[in-house]
């Protein structure tokens, strides 16, 4: 299995502040790499695929790069709607993983 | 508009068997390209992926529940059924059925449901 290795577990943060959240994979996984935000008794709902495409109806704040083994979530400019936890998943091999999660909370 | 939304059971006892099914409007199971996806999170833990299956039958499960899991689709009636067996406390779970785009990222999740194992 492709291990995840996701930084830092958790974050606090101001509205405002620009926030990056890093993910490390085990082995090589091209640009196969998504990124989810969860809130509490929610499903996850999908930011990012393919490592850095947005994915329909997500705000522009929220952005992802990298490739290979080393990925970043970027919130530019955090907003109250955005504290929650956030996980990296990877899919270039089976079964998928994701990481252990960031919880993101106000300062 | 895609939905998908997970129904069975809320309590097991141990060895018993799960049975979950995933029913889903706004796609096809039987379109190219598409797949349904079985992901489950502890309470305060990681997501975990179960299995996968995909329009062409293709069916992966995790290697470390492989003799345990089974992953029908019913493209007819749009539903996937997800069969977990002896079933354990440490299964205990909020079960997520979900739709996988391009084989890559679950864009569109159930809303989830509880399971939980005890006597």
């Known amino acids: 299995d492709i291990q995840m290795t996701q930084s830092p577990s958790s974050v606090s943060a101001s509205v405002g502040d620009r926030v990056t959240i890093t993910c490390r994979t085990s082995?090589?996984?091209?640009?196969?790499f998504a990124w989810y935000q969860q809130k509490p008794g929610k499903a996850p709902r999908l930011l990012i695929y393919?490592?850095?495409t947005l994915q329909s109806g997500v705000p522009s704040r929220f952005s992802g790069s990298g490739s290979g083994t080393d990925f970043t979530l970027t919130i530019s400019s955090l907003q109250p709607e955005d504290f929650a936890t956030y996980y990296c998943?990877?899919?270039?091999?089976?079964?998928?993983?994701f990481g252990q999660g960031t919880r993101l909370e106000i300062k | 508009q895609i939905t998908l939304k997970e129904s069975g059971p809320t309590l097991v006892k141990p060895t018993q068997t799960l049975t979950l099914t995933c029913s889903f409007s706004g796609f096809s199971l039987s379109t190219t390209g598409v797949g349904v996806g079985w992901i489950r999170q502890p309470p305060g833990k990681a997501l975990e992926c179960l299995a996968l299956?995909?329009?062409?039958?293709?069916?992966r499960y995790s290697p470390s529940l492989r003799s345990r899991l089974t992953v029908t689709k019913d493209t007819s009636n749009n539903q996937v059924v997800l069969t977990m067996t002896n079933m354990d406390p440490v299964d205990t779970a909020t079960y997520y059925c979900a739709h996988i785009r391009g084989g890559a990222a679950f864009d569109i999740w159930g809303q989830g449901t509880m399971v939980t194992v005890s006597s």
């Open positions: 082995q090589g996984v091209s640009n196969w």
């Open positions: 393919g490592a850095s």
């Open positions: 998943q990877q899919a270039n091999s089976f079964p998928i993983t």
């Open positions: 299956i995909y329009w062409d039958d293709d069916l």
